[in-house]
């Protein structure tokens, strides 16, 4: 995003981590997120949500599991990744 450091004092993403193609992919926009803003809030579909198993543009289960911290997994190749503004674990 072409803003500067701590631009905004909070950035809300409303489903859109979970159309991204990759976890890294998620993680890079993590990072942006937590670049441009003092406070992220996410909001996401959960996997008891029948929209978000029939809805064919949702490549990852995002899930917000701690301060700061995403559960996120590949639905297609598997895996699971735990992502940190500033990397994946």
């Known amino acids: 995003m072409p803003f500067a450091a701590k631009q905004f004092g909070a950035v809300l993403s409303s489903h859109l981590l979970e159309h991204l193609p990759t976890p ?3 993680a890079r926009a993590w990072d942006e997120f937590h670049r441009v803003a003092d406070t992220v809030f996410v909001s996401l579909p959960g996997k008891d949500s029948i929209m978000g198993w029939l809805a064919p543009g949702h490549k990852l289960w995002v899930q917000l599991i701690g301060s700061g911290v995403l559960k996120v997994e590949d639905r297609k190749h598997g895996g699971s990744y ?3 503004a500033g990397g994946m674990r």
């Open 24 to 26: 890294y992919d998620c």
């Open 82 to 84: 735990l992502i940190q």
